[in-house]
């Protein structure tokens, strides 16, 4: 059974590494009322799998965290006119976005 999960992060977002046991780590988001736990699996091979899991969440939460600040660096998000650009690539959307009118507004 698939599961689908949406955090949209709230002012008391926050990640920590809790150990509650010696040897029992485990990587605890929260957001609001939303948690999420992310432990090691009990059988064979499952540290190794948590180790690749986790390594390759800090480098997409890397890539998210410079993806967002990229596209607000000139200006608030302007979801209206992002919504408009569904269809479009991350690099037009960049072009897009990166457009200043002389009025002041993000696009072209």
Same mark, same amino acid.
């Given at each position: ?6 955090? *949209?992060? /709230?002012? @008391?977002? /926050?990640?920590?590494? &809790? /150990?509650?046991? *010696?040897?029992?780590?485990?990587? &605890?988001?929260?957001?609001? @009322?939303?948690?999420?736990?992310? =432990? ?7 540290? =190794? ?9 800090? *480098?997409?939460?890397? *890539?998210?965290? @410079? ?12 979801f209206e006119h992002l919504s408009?650009? &569904? ?15 002389? @009025?002041?507004?993000?696009? =072209?």
């Amino acid at each position: 059974m698939g599961m689908y999960l949406l955090l *949209q992060p /709230e002012e @008391d977002a /926050e990640s920590a590494l &809790v /150990e509650r046991a *010696q040897g029992h780590p485990s990587l &605890v988001i929260t957001s609001g @009322d939303a948690r999420l736990t992310v =432990q090691i699996a009990g059988r064979e091979g499952g540290a =190794q799998l948590a180790i690749s899991f986790a390594r390759e969440l800090a *480098q997409s939460a890397t *890539q998210f965290a @410079d993806r967002c600040e990229a596209l607000t660096k000139l200006a608030p998000l302007d979801f209206e006119h992002l919504s408009a650009l &569904v269809n479009t690539t991350p690099d037009e959307v960049n072009a897009l976005t990166a457009l200043k009118r002389e @009025d002041g507004e993000v696009g =072209q």
